[in-house]
């Protein structure tokens, strides 16, 4: 049975949505999580009456110490007694096969990537998110964050990883693969770019260069770019619809025959919501480490963690990492 | 009196949005157009009981080549004879005061940076779009497709200019300028953006890193990029709003109850549609450079070439150029 480390305190809002989250989880996948945090805290939010089947999956590491957003990624490889630290340690030691965080990010990467190591042959592990499209279908973009000033070998690696994650953990059969760039023609990009499609051209569903619009269009499975346009590019998105939604709801206030019009497409809204509400997705990724290590939204309700522990099973029952080594070994032999 | 020279042919759906939002334009606004293009082709298009007193107003001077979307940029120096290429060469001559195209972006840029040449203290012209925002006031972001691989002098030059945009075009006073990067903290950003915060710090209304979801949330009047991000920022950006649009679209039609809602909510999704509705803007001053240049999508309705018309004029009517040239002499002062 897979066993999922916890961190239960890193979240904004405390352990609460995170033991929420995990109870939730525990009611439809069979697993093992290990929630690790402040114990009186977290019993006091086990309901009474839970099955003893439940109580008995669930066991508890104690720690107290929490990496506030306000402390430096750097710090946490020294802070072994905080939960991030502890709950990574746990995957390290072969206790727990995936760590799911919704504490501070770059702790977790940072600690994910020097305790856990990198898979052979992968330089610069990626941070993975799912894009919604207009097909239904997700599309995979990474790197969204782990990475800044990335050279082509990393870019190269990443549409590798992205594409066996694609495969494995999405079911799309030979994934289209692009390189995100500002022009579909073979002569756009910049220099990074560049370099990076003469790496991958030849590889398996590589398609060349995509454009910002192919991420939400469907017409491209996996999309590789540096952490810091991913970055730009999923917050710049999330703007985007977070800011039409404000209109829409400004001016619905203003008009009483479009407050009833709202009613009558609840429903719509309720699936849009759905379709980009990252919650629905839980979290993303770092991909490229030994292990698993879903990294989630320090604003995560109860529904996005439960979703980012059923990410964290499915990423180790499909065995994606060893797939990844085999394809990361090939991407090197064609180059060399 | 504002003389705007128009390439009247370049655009995907041919001469006849160009001249009906050149028409348009002269009924609100005035100005003396110039159309440059197959003149009985443009000279058909004008209605036969155009009023004497429009009809004086518009010249036309005869051109036949028209600079495809699949020619290269590069080529466009040397088709003398092309639409673009005369209508840069009028405000060249001084016969007009600035240009506007829905032809080929990149012959457009090129010609109007390499035939008009730059601002005095400007090293690379940058390609500004206006952003929605929630608190109805548009955001510059600049650059957003004229470079890539800029060098922190340039995107110092480009908030600069964006400054002084913003202040003369929109009206706002003293605006708050914006780096764009993966973090708001100091520490944050790429190497790029890390040289230019150094170049940029103490510069008036410098207010240092801002994220990508600050573009459409109001927080900042004026935001610099390398063009390589501001396109796929702004690509991206459509993508979203297209996507949310066909998905609300996909979920109505499956619900007569929704199909109703929708009708009662007309209002609300024109309000929205005209809030980020790229033909609202018109097009993308290219700025830098002496004289006036506006690129309009290739896809330009007759509004979206009115509102560029607009636009043109504006920009000229303020005098920008003489202040971005004062501004620039600043920073260089500041950084020397």
Known sequence: MVTIAIDAMGGDFGPEPIVKGCLKALKRKDFTPILVGNKEEILSLLPKKLPKSYRDKISIVDADDVISMSDAATDAVKRKESTIYKAVELVKNGEAHGVV???????????????????????RPALVTLMPTRTGRRSVVLDVGANVDSKPEHLAEFAVMGGCYAEDVLNVEEPSIGLLANGEEDSKGNELTKATFKLLQGYRGFKGNVEGSDIFNGSCDVITCDGFVGNLVLKASEGVASTISALIKDYIRKSPVAITGALLMRKVFKLLKKEIDYAEIGGAPLIGIKGCAIVSHGKSN??????????????????????????????????A
């Open 101 to 123: 965080s919704a504490g501070h990010s770059g702790a977790t990467m940072t600690l994910a990537t020097l305790r856990l190591g990198r898979l052979k042959g992968v330089s």
């Open 302 to 335: 109860a529904r996005a963690i439960e979703n980012a522990i059923y990410q964290a099973i499915r990423y180790v029952d499909t065995g994606v990492n060893k797939h990844i080594e085999a394809r990361i070994a090939e991407l090197k032999q064609k180059e």
